[in-house]
């Protein structure tokens, strides 16, 4: 985010004073001071039906990118241009957009072996960042749990390396194989279940070069050990995978009117996970927040609202660190809070607030994250629906505004976890099932919505942002500088997090 050159705001200021009202009606029309906004006329003007619109767009988009939105697509690219036109077009807010380089990486992996001369064909998974290549070689099982060089026998040179999971990251295991002049790799699970996909970390690391690779199930693997130590076996390992550096953009919309020195801030991602469209992660919360964005610009705001449209948040919060990161210790002060949507409208949902109070999970956000749960919580309970505090451990785009000890909070519906019989009572759904059984998968699209509970959040966010930009009383304004060691979570743990998610890398 650029702070705007005084130039600018004198040229801005002066365009202003030319288009004061005059009786020539072909120039701009008169502007009348617009009223503050209040969180129930905001409120009133947020359709479903203009949501549902929003959320054929983004399936529309997926289209373009075998049904997913991932960063570093056609289709994810498509909806940054779609929010960036829809702000632009309204004139109320200056836009920007922060574009940079990250590694893209899609893929996908197979392995077979001959086994007492027949061929068997395995249920395989790919890792992220994994190479590409075809490799026909024997297996050659690798000692302990291949994390030390020392565990890699001679012969699994020119082979492909048979290893099993647990203990170190799956690429310190294939770098190590690597190193050991392994041609593949092959990393079976320590439970009888497949892996679930996984990533080895960017590469390159200095144990190793990586190989191509593929996990099996632990019943497969085990399997497949019992195989080798009767005989030889040959295998073949073939990933087809797509690793490059490619362009990406958040972006960002400031309202051109309200106190910069107090910004309001709202934000959610616009990537989905290479499985799937992502319409409820993140197309909710990112379209919640667009939605918002498109009523405001009847009012006016004393202070002023910015939004965040994050790219790569499913590679590790890597848009919005990138722009936390990229401000000066004054632009990071001018931000008087964050609130984070990510995951707004799941079928089986809770209404659950981050925990910015510690009251529940005892992880307690920078002081005024106490204001903003409870802001939701009274919010809530005058609408008559029950909420619920969620850990507020920076597994979303709010962990890098935490570490700059800017106050945060939001909302989420739910991902992978089970609601309980309690939660069942209070909000419906189906207790023992997950709040979003199509989470990460191909399943997440528009018709998987629970577009009541959609529509009901992002008023409640609404209410956030009008109550806030009219008033930030509790909230604490400091010298953000000063608590920046108080860090909730480790910038190298948040690089495999995403979605209230630990991204599977061991
Ligand atoms: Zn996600
Ligand atoms: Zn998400």
Redesign the pocket.
């Known amino acids: 985010m650029k702070v705007a050159s005084p130039l600018l705001l004198l040229s801005s200021l002066l365009v202003s004073v030319l288009a004061s009202p005059g009786p020539i009606n072909n120039g701009p029309r008169p502007s009348r001071p617009l009223p503050p906004v209040q969180s129930n006329q905001l409120r009133r003007l947020l359709l479903r039906s203009n949501l549902l619109k929003h959320a054929d767009a983004l399936e529309e988009q997926a289209k373009l990118s075998d049904g997913n939105r991932a960063f570093g697509t056609k289709a994810h690219n498509a909806t940054v241009d779609y929010i960036k036109r829809k702000l632009d077009a309204t004139g109320y807010y200056d836009t920007e957009l922060q574009t940079f380089e990250y590694l893209f990486s899609e893929g996908t992996a197979n392995f077979t072996a001959v086994i007492a001369g027949a061929q068997k064909n395995y249920d395989t998974e790919w890792f992220t960042y994994g190479p590409a290549g075809t490799v026909e070689a024997k297996v050659v099982i690798v000692n302990e749990l291949g994390c030390v060089a020392t565990n890699f026998p001679a012969e699994v040179k020119g082979s492909i390396a048979l290893i099993k999971r647990g203990s170190c990251e799956f690429g310190l295991k294939i770098a190590l194989a690597g190193a050991a002049g392994a041609a593949g790799a092959v990393i079976y699970n320590n439970v009888d279940a497949p892996v679930g996909g996984g990533t080895l970390g960017q590469p390159s690391r200095p144990e190793g070069p990586y190989v191509p690779a593929a996990s099996l199930s632990g019943i497969d693997g085990n399997a497949l050990v019992a195989s080798v130590a009767a005989g030889e076996v040959k295998g073949k390992v073939f990933v087809d995978a797509i690793n490059e550096m490619r362009y990406t953009s958040n972006v960002l919309a400031t309202t051109k009117g309200g106190d910069k020195n107090h910004i309001v801030m709202a934000g959610g ?1 616009t990537d ?2 290479p499985a799937g469209p ?1 319409i409820n ?2 197309g909710s919360g990112a379209m919640g927040l667009l939605e918002i964005a498109l009523r405001l610009p009847k009012w006016s705001v004393r202070n002023a609202i910015r939004f965040g449209f994050w790219t790569a ?2 590679y590790g919060l890597v848009g919005s660190e990138h722009w936390v990161t990229s401000l000066t210790a004054e632009q990071t002060s001018s931000i008087a809070l964050y609130l984070n949507a ?2 707004i409208a799941s079928p089986n949902f809770g209404y659950f607030l981050y925990d910015g109070d510690g009251s529940a999970f005892n992880v307690t956000g920078p002081a005024g994250s106490d204001h903003i749960e409870h802001l939701f919580e009274s919010y809530f309970t005058s609408v008559g629906i029950r909420s619920a505090p969620t850990a507020f451990d920076g597994r979303s785009d709010y962990g890098p505004f935490l570490d700059a000890g800017i106050p945060s909070g939001g909302i989420f519906t739910g ?1 992978e976890g089970i609601k309980t019989a309690q939660e069942a009572e209070w909000w419906g759904g189906r207790a023992g099932q997950a709040y979003d059984p199509n ?2 998968l191909a399943g997440d699209g528009r018709v998987n919505l629970d577009v009541g509970a959609w529509v009901q959040n992002t008023k409640a966010f609404a209410h956030a942002l009008a109550t806030y930009a009219n008033s930030l009383e509790g909230i604490p304004r400091m010298n953000k500088r000063g608590v920046l060691e108080k860090k909730q979570i480790s910038h190298d743990k948040r690089r495999h997090a ?2 209230n ?1 630990e991204f599977s890398e061991i």
């Open positions: 991602h989905s996970v992502g992660d993140d948040e499913e990510d995951m991902a989470y990460h995403a979605c998610h």
